[in-house]
């Protein structure tokens, strides 16, 4: 079974721009989850989509934002830039039917701002 | 506030060692606690995972220790191996899939 798959790796963008990041989860997994990873701040939770609604919120701006389709694939977008937002986005996926599920998690999106 | 507190911050043992690695919860509506290991370059990959119900869960050369009067949990790695040289992250969830992260602990396994 294929694990849950990131698009772009890598990825270079100027301060003031914005970003859309890709996550495929695991096949049969319903719920998505997003996480941003600093050395500063480690790994902090963004938030959960579960069949394309959002189910639970972290503590960031609005600049922040996602979404699920139908298939459950999701989607992360990160509105005007700013240099503190460089860090590695990972999607995590799970199956979600109830609380307390496994995480499992991509390789991640490593995206620098300048 | 850091939900999940995790020491030490690096680890250096010797091959065959035990390495130990700690942390500390504050909420007790956390009924999920799972260690992630992560090298770099890569994503976190689950380890073992415990629940609150179990005071210890044993995984081949891993073991969780869970004291649920202290708040506590611990990881350890019995006869460490230099490919256990990763990063490894406690975490807590409650409902609602949201975890909290430890800050990792960094562990060197010296051959």
């Known amino acids: 079974k294929a694990g849950v798959t990131q698009t772009p790796r890598y990825l270079i963008k100027t301060r003031g721009q914005q970003v859309t990041l890709s996550c495929s989860p695991i096949?049969?997994?319903?719920?998505v989850s997003w996480y941003q990873q600093t050395p500063g701040q480690g790994l902090q939770f963004l938030f959960e989509?579960?069949?394309?609604?959002?189910?639970n919120k972290g503590n960031f701006p609005g600049r922040f934002s996602g979404r699920q389709f139908s298939n459950s694939r999701s989607e992360m977008n990160v509105s005007t830039l700013e240099l503190g937002d460089s860090a590695l986005y990972l999607c995590a996926s799970s199956q979600g039917e109830t609380f307390g599920n496994t995480i499992y998690f991509g390789e991640g999106s490593w995206l620098t701002v300048v | 506030q850091q939900q999940v507190k995790q020491s030490p911050q690096s680890l250096i043992v010797q091959k065959g060692g035990i390495s130990i690695i700690n942390c500390a919860y504050e909420?007790?509506?956390?009924?999920?606690f799972p260690w992630y290991q992560q090298f770099p370059g890569k994503g976190p990959a689950l380890l073992i995972a415990?629940?609150?119900?179990?005071s210890e869960k044993k995984e081949g050369r891993f073991t969780i220790s869970f004291n649920k009067s202290a708040k506590q949990f611990s990881l350890h790695i019995m006869d460490s191996q230099p490919g256990d040289s990763a990063t490894y992250f406690c975490?807590?969830?409650?409902?609602?899939?949201?975890?909290?992260f430890g800050t990792g602990t960094s562990l060197t396994v010296i051959p």
């Open positions: 096949s049969g997994h319903r719920s």
């Open positions: 415990i629940r609150p119900d179990v």
């Open positions: 909420n007790t509506a956390f009924d999920y």
């Open positions: 989509y579960f069949s394309e609604t959002q189910r």
């Open positions: 975490a807590a969830s409650m409902t609602g899939n949201q975890f909290y």
